[in-house]
């Protein structure tokens, strides 16, 4: 009765967790696309798109991402043999093993209609898979705790799901162990299935061959034994149990902790060990089942779905609400393996930082709890602004994701709406200015101008607040790498040429620059050369500046113009950040 109701409250828990999870994709709000569409409206365009699909010839495009992403894996094996291996023996022993043996009753049962999970190939099977998914956690903690991938970071969610499976598998070798040397197991069995009682002499014969044969361990025989008896044993055995039970060596895992413990086997059947071992793999297995939906292990049912999404989506022609409901299903679909980290672009700049989530891994655990609106500190928020507005929109990410996420386009969505949060976004950097200058095309005045004016006005104005100096600015790329004056690398050499400012492509994007930039390049170098920093510092055109060093390599006197731009671009930044976080303006100088 109890394990009936445990079974049904996992049940259901897993269930209701599994719906919850699913209606978040639609109910998230994860960046700027989609942000007005309400809940139904994204759900009934879900389901439009997946009735165009089946009606579609995108159906063959689902089977053939099924069979070499799902079923074979095929970007893992390409990405790393090793990390292949594991998946497959982790992923096919798991599900091999909750078919034919935790719904044993429900598959196997009425698949084969001589089932008993004590016979073979059942009973081999059972610890053979058993064994497999061990292997498959073995290479996980190897992977992660001993060869330490680059750039792979544990967090709770990953020891969880290595913890709660590893729990299972151990429990249920340790488990069969006890019951091949409990004598009390062994009892229960004779009187369900034999026709011999205790007491006779067949029961003794039948003891005798267990305790020699199959691993038992018996307070009433022991070695030396009569071989007549031992053949009246092996007759009994052959007639009542063969049918239901495989030698115990058929269970290699199980039989192994058998010997391993027969020294001291009846001590623990006494004490009623084998009976709390059983609850103990029942109430691992039971909540290993209801924790999946919020677990890591739920990778194993979201991933499949994402890359299914993936491989029949064209993000160019996808509706809002599709684009938007596809987004919340990626956070789900992230299986944490840190292979887009691994070829992150800016991890340079993270192992500089110090910031996990520049690396997009790490970005896109802390993006599921503030898209469910978990609350998120004031340092994370603003490490997380900086992490993804320092990505350089290579794609490299979204090209290894093997779980198909288009990580660069989630990136970009995130970046936009993170910019209407009112955590201070002095840092809108090159990489996501040209990126967003280019796709700004059909915005609304909310999502496009507003943003740039408070980034630009955060920036510039703290610097412009604790500037009371005229005395020219010594700009370097950094400690121990000044610019020698051999390559003249100063503004101090410019001399009003303009052709910094005539190859700019930002100048050319505006009928009048002046206006909208403040200052031009040239005239930006020139007033640093007039010791004006605080108003070279003030001109929105350091911000504009998309770094794409024309300007400098056109200069006939060799100015470092673009690093000019950038350095007066990081200390105004440096400095609004040190304002905004209650520092003194004094001390960010």
Known sequence: ????????????????????????????????????????????????????????????????????????????????????????????????????????????????????????????????????????????????????????????????????????MLSGFFLTGLKITSHSVFNRMVQDFSIVSEGEEEYEALESLWVKEFGLVSPNVEPPFDEALIEIGREVHDMDCAFCHAPAQWSPGGFAVAKSISSFAGALDRAGVTGFMWWVHVLACLVGLAYVPFSKMSHIIFTPVGILVSAVTDRSSASAANTATIQALELDACMHCSTCSLRCSAATVYEARGNDYILPGEKMQILRDVADGRPIGEKEMAALAEGVYLCTNCDRCTVVCPAGIYLKDLWVDVRDELLHRPVPVAAVLSPYSLLRGLRGEGRTAYDYLPPIERAWTAAAGGFDAAIDSDEPLDLTLGEGRERPPEDAGSFAYCFGCRTCTTVCPVVAAYDDPGDVLGLLPHQIMCAMGLGLTEVASGARMIWDCVTCYQCQEHCPQKVCVTDVLYDLKNMAAERAGAVSSGGPPAEAA
């Not at 165009?52 to 893992?76: G, P, T």
């Not at 935790?102 to 598959?107: N, P």
């Not at 084969?112 to 099977?125: G, I, K």
């Open 1 to 168: 009765m109890a394990f009936t109701v445990s079974l049904y409250v996992a049940v259901f828990v897993f269930l209701a967790g599994l719906v919850y999870r699913i209606s978040r994709w639609f109910t998230r709000k994860v960046g700027a696309t989609g942000r007005d569409i309400p809940p139904w409206a994204r759900f009934r365009e879900a389901l439009s798109e997946i009735g165009r699909v089946i009606a579609s010839r995108k159906i063959f495009v689902l089977i053939n991402a099924f069979v070499l992403e799902i079923l074979f894996q095929r970007k893992i094996l390409k990405e790393s043999p090793l990390r292949w291996v594991m998946h497959l023996l982790i992923y096919y022993g798991f599900i091999l093993l909750l078919l034919m043996h935790a719904l044993g009753g429900l598959v196997s049962a009425n698949l084969f209609t001589d089932y008993f999970s004590t016979a073979n190939p059942f009973f081999f099977l059972r610890d053979f898979f058993g064994l497999v998914v061990t292997a498959g956690l073995a290479i996980a903690v190897y992977r992660r705790f001993i060869l330490k991938v680059p750039r792979m970071h544990s967090n709770q969610r990953d020891v969880y799901g290595i913890v709660i499976l590893a729990v299972i």
